[in-house]
């Protein structure tokens, strides 16, 4: 096929009422691509056979009640062979399509802000980003986790093709990779909003920005390449099939071909805004801008227009008028212009622009080097001084309006500078942001510009997609979930308590493992049968093991050498052992608890940090029994509880302390009270318990995965996503730390625990990578239940 190496117009789709915001390359039927509209619809075009070279709209989608902003493609899959089309909007919703219905095929709501960017990954997992400033994982019309962390609207999110890492762009200038729902690294350069992403690799990805860079970075953190060329906003980029060269579009009027790391061809448009590109199957090339028209540009002669096609398209951008004040030709003085005899002058590159005079107008013309000419691209406005005078001047900038506003009666005016070349939706945001407006303001404030200036906008209708940005928190990735649960220890082993051991950061102080190699699992009785003996596991894993005469050795020990204001009375002591006895004996003999002797406990539990172990030590043990567990978790004091053990198991606290705690918080699995209070506390748990998985100690990365194998057997028959996802999460991330065998067999429990009978949950587990992270445990023989359990859940992953 003949090529000329330079993309030409193929044809022109006047196809939307307004301006086109989203482009995506369909899989189905072949050739053909998806666009979106602020007309708030959705349309699929099909290649025709016309001697035009253009495309058909097959399919109109409309369910959205405001704007369509973003569009992406989940992929074929058994129920839908042909794929599925996901739209983003104004709405804050994320709208579902088939290819043979008009209204959405489900509705995804949970964003409060417009949803401005779409990805989707395989197993049919959706992720989404807002002005909201979170982005979101779906799968299955729910939503798995929420991304949080970016301090301003989430303009751009991809999904990297492996290891289930994710990454999102925001306008706090950042960029954010994620993984199993935690933000790994935070990639920092560019100088203002980051407004798209682009995948070439698992292991580099492009982004571009309104600092008018695109950048080209290593998902290690490393940014390798920057290049420039455009002279405004970039609001998208697209990936030639060869991965390394791309396409970009922005609010320069242009789309920039971007060869061996050099922009080769800058391709002008009659429209200010070009918001959005996709490259098509063929090497051709789609955008879609402010004007609403879709045009296809390609390098092959055998789809180019007609000539007649190619001069019209020449003589629309001719006429286009050109605002100086949108920075795209630099600063004009017309009396220091040349004349037209400079268009004898060859241009050195593609895209070059120069400006000539012509009696007192300005025209502007752009080189385009496969023509060998200079082509003209429109008429330069207010490139004379004839415009100055009407010029209001404002912090020291020039303007065409300087709006005062009154929000609060009484209180002071706010001024609002707008120029007409400006964006109204992108102008409110500002005035918004700058003077800490709420940003329900928003379509108000613009909806005022566009009134009071009506009948000067300056050529093509301009753009009204503005996109404000607000403030930002953390991740939290569910709700909670109150059920009854489980009791009893499977998991059997022996340990001690050493008394004459301190605390040391290096290991927990006075107390050993007590899970030193025993498990109620029998590796045998695997090989001889197919049945699954490790998972689902659904009854809790507690920290039996103790030796009270050695733990009452111990405290005595500290108590001696306690200060003054600190120390037990004998009585409190003989109290404290008394509970001992009652909850760590084999029988109910002892006498039974009263609730002083409780009280004391808890009160006990405030010893300063560096003595406290040996309390927190009855404390694990007590928790199992009934009238503990109710009285300390109850509704009354379990929050209380919670919030004490997890300040004494922050990061920079001791081993011992945060080692204890974990084992106290698994005990509490033992009691109905204790599974209500830790289901009802699980994300902030989950959460802060995930940060010691970086703490190098292997008793501490055994109780945490017990904790998580615990949270997993209560969510097992429960319907709560959000829950598991934040399971998967931290088992997956604990996995890459932690080292001790036993720890890894509890995490693997807890990971097949969570899939088992749970197709979402399965789908969510491949999306984030599990398979290839587990992989290398497939092969462990010792302990042989490592690598059983795990082959057991690679087959559930299959």
């Given at each position: 096929m003949a090529s000329s190496n330079s993309y030409k117009l193929r044809c022109s789709i006047p196809g939307h009422e307004m301006d086109v915001r989203g482009l995506a390359t369909a899989v189905f039927p072949e050739g053909s691509f998806v666009s979106v509209s602020r007309d708030r619809t959705g349309r699929v075009w099909v290649p025709n056979s016309s001697p035009d070279r253009g495309f058909t709209e097959m399919h109109c989608m409309s369910g959205h009640s405001n704007f369509v902003s973003c569009v992406c493609i989940i992929a074929p899959s058994e129920t839908y062979p042909r794929g599925l089309i996901a739209t983003g909007g104004n709405d804050n919703?994320?709208?579902?399509?088939?290819?043979?219905?008009?209204?959405?095929?489900?509705?995804?709501?949970?964003?409060?802000?417009?949803?401005?960017?779409?990805?989707?990954?395989?197993?049919?997992?959706?992720?989404?980003?807002?002005?909201?400033?979170?982005?979101?994982?779906?799968?299955?019309?729910?939503?798995?986790?929420?991304?949080?962390?970016?301090?301003?609207?989430?303009?751009?999110?991809?999904?990297?093709?492996?290891?289930?890492?994710m990454l999102s762009g925001s306008a706090d200038k950042t960029i954010k990779l994620w993984k199993a729902g935690r933000c790994e690294k935070t990639f920092t350069g560019h100088e203002d909003c980051v407004r798209g992403l682009a995948v070439i690799s698992n292991t580099e990805f492009f982004s571009c920005s309104n600092d008018t860079s695109i950048r080209r970075w290593l998902v290690t953190g490393e940014c390798v390449q920057v290049y420039y060329s455009h002279t405004n906003f970039i609001y998208s980029l697209a990936v030639f099939p060869n991965g390394q060269d791309f396409?970009?579009?922005?609010?320069?009027?242009?789309?920039?071909i971007w060869r061996n790391g050099e922009c080769s061809q800058t391709i002008r448009l009659p429209a200010q805004s070009v918001w959005c590109c996709c490259v098509l199957p063929n090497g051709d090339i789609a955008v879609g801008a402010s004007d609403g028209i879709i045009r296809v540009f390609t390098e092959s002669e055998d789809r180019m227009a007609s000539v007649e096609d190619l001069q019209a398209f020449e003589d629309e951008l001719s006429k286009a008028t050109i605002d100086p004040k949108t920075g795209d030709l630099g600063d004009i003085k017309v009396e220091d212009l040349p004349g037209r005899e400079h268009l004898n002058e060859p241009g050195n590159r593609d895209g070059q622009t120069r400006l000539i005079k012509d009696g007192q107008k300005v025209e502007a013309y752009q080189w385009s080097v496969s023509d060998g000419r200079w082509m003209k691209i429109g008429d330069v406005v207010g490139g004379s001084n004839q415009q100055t005078s009407k010029s209001v001047m404002y912090e020291g900038k020039e303007y065409d309006y300087v709006f005062t506003i009154d929000v609060n009666e009484g209180g002071p005016s706010m001024k609002l500078p707008y120029n007409v070349s400006e964006d109204p939706w992108l102008t409110a945001h500002n005035f918004l942001q700058k003077n800490d407006l709420s940003p329900m303001f928003l379509d108000q404030v613009a909806n005022f510009i566009i009134e009071n200036t009506k009948g000067h906008v300056v050529g093509p209708a301009q753009p009204a997609g503005g996109d404000p940005f607000t403030g930002g928190a953390r991740y939290i990735p569910g709700s909670a979930d109150d059920r009854p649960g489980f009791g009893a220890d499977p998991f059997t082993g022996s340990g001690r308590y050493i008394p004459g051991s301190g605390p040391n950061p290096g290991a927990p102080a006075g107390v050993s493992d007590p899970f030193t190699g025993g498990s109620a699992y029998s590796s045998a009785a695997l090989r001889q049968?197919?049945?699954?003996?490790?998972?689902?596991?659904?009854?809790?894993?507690?920290?039996?093991?103790?030796n009270a005469s050695q733990i009452i050795a111990k405290l005595k020990e500290l108590n001696g050498g306690a200060p003054q204001e600190h120390k037990f009375s004998e009585e409190i002591l003989e109290s404290l052992e008394s509970l001992l006895l009652s909850v760590s004996g084999p029988n109910s003999s002892?006498?039974?608890?009263?609730?002083?002797?409780?009280?004391?406990?808890?009160?006990?539990?405030?010893?300063?940090?560096?003595?406290?172990?040996?309390?927190?030590?009855?404390?694990?043990?007590?928790?199992?029994?009934?009238?503990?567990?109710?009285?300390?978790?109850?509704?009354?004091?379990?929050?209380?509880?919670?919030?004490?053990?997890?300040?004494?198991?922050?990061?920079?606290?001791?081993?011992?302390n945060q080692m204890l705690v974990l084992r106290t918080l698994c005990n509490c699995f033992s009691g109905r009270h204790g599974r209500a209070l830790l289901m009802a506390q699980r994300e902030t748990v989950l959460s802060r318990a995930a940060d010691l998985a970086t703490v190098c100690n292997k008793n501490i990365h055994v109780a945490l995965a017990t904790l998580v194998l615990n949270y997993a057997g209560c969510l097992h028959s429960q319907p709560d996503l959000e829950a598991k996802a934040q399971c998967l999460s931290v088992a997956s991330?604990?996995?890459?730390?932690?080292?001790?065998?036993?720890?890894?067999?509890?995490?693997?429990?807890?990971?097949?625990?969570?899939?088992?009978?749970?197709?979402?949950?399965?789908?969510?587990?491949?999306?984030?990578?599990?398979?290839?992270?587990?992989?290398?445990?497939?092969?462990?023989?010792?302990p042989a239940k490592v690598g059983e359990c795990c082959q057991l859940i690679l087959k559930e992953l299959q």
């Open positions: 919703n994320i709208c579902v399509f088939t290819l043979d219905q008009p209204q959405p095929l489900f509705t995804l709501k949970g964003h409060k802000n417009t949803v401005c960017t779409l990805s989707s990954g395989k197993f049919g997992t959706l992720l989404s980003g807002s002005w909201d400033t979170t982005a979101k994982v779906w799968l299955n019309e729910k939503c798995m986790m929420t991304l949080q962390g970016h301090s301003a609207a989430v303009w751009a999110v991809i999904i990297l093709p492996e290891q289930g890492l396409v970009s579009t922005g609010e320069d009027r242009t789309l920039r049968t197919t049945t699954n003996i490790y998972f689902p596991k659904t009854d809790g894993v507690t920290f039996e093991q103790a002892e006498p039974p608890l009263t609730i002083q002797q409780i009280n004391l406990l808890w009160k006990a539990s405030h010893w300063p940090d560096d003595i406290v172990f040996p309390v927190l030590d009855i404390m694990r043990l007590a928790v199992r029994h009934p009238q503990v567990n109710e009285t300390l978790c109850g509704e009354a004091e379990g929050v209380q509880l919670c919030n004490h053990l997890l300040s004494l198991m922050r990061p920079e606290g001791r081993p011992a991330r604990a996995l890459e730390t932690v080292q001790d065998r036993e720890a890894v067999f509890r995490l693997l429990v807890a990971l097949g625990t969570t899939v088992a009978s749970d197709q979402t949950a399965k789908d969510l587990a491949r999306s984030l990578g599990v398979n290839s992270q587990i992989s290398k445990y497939s092969s462990v023989s010792d």
